[in-house]
């Protein structure tokens, strides 16, 4: 895997992202405002999962050992409570299976940047 510091700054740049693709969907509202509106927007609430993810991985981190086992077991145990968060996503509507899925997206942005690249066969 990648060291905690590199992770950290990658986590960070998913976070700014869905920050800003938020940002841009959601307008002046907040997310709280558009939920209690009662209409569903699952197009926002995946990237306020992306950022979310983002933001577990950050702070898993900050007391977590730097050695490549220790954040290997960080990101696998933020990872497994996104998977848990999907595993009951679709019985509460498409908002929660776009919030789900845009965390579990997020670790999947974070740790894919970071593997050493495959060599072609």
């Known amino acids: 895997m990648s060291t905690a510091e590199e ?41 306020e999962g992306r950022q979310s993810g983002a933001g577990d991985v950050r702070r898993a981190l900050r007391g977590a050992p730097a050695d490549a086992a220790s954040v290997d077991v960080v990101v696998a145990d933020v990872r ?24 579990l997206d997020a670790l999947a942005e974070i740790t894919a940047a970071l593997r050493p690249s495959q060599p072609q066969q």
Do not use: N
């Open 7 to 47: 992770l950290f700054q990658r986590a960070t740049e998913v976070r700014a992202d869905a920050v800003r693709h938020l940002t841009a969907l959601a307008g002046d509202a907040s997310m709280c405002a558009i939920g209690r509106s009662g209409r569903s927007f699952p197009a926002a609430k995946y990237h």
């Open 80 to 103: 497994q409570r996104w998977q848990q968060t999907m595993d009951g996503a679709h019985a509460k509507g498409p908002d929660w299976v776009a919030y789900a899925t845009g965390g």
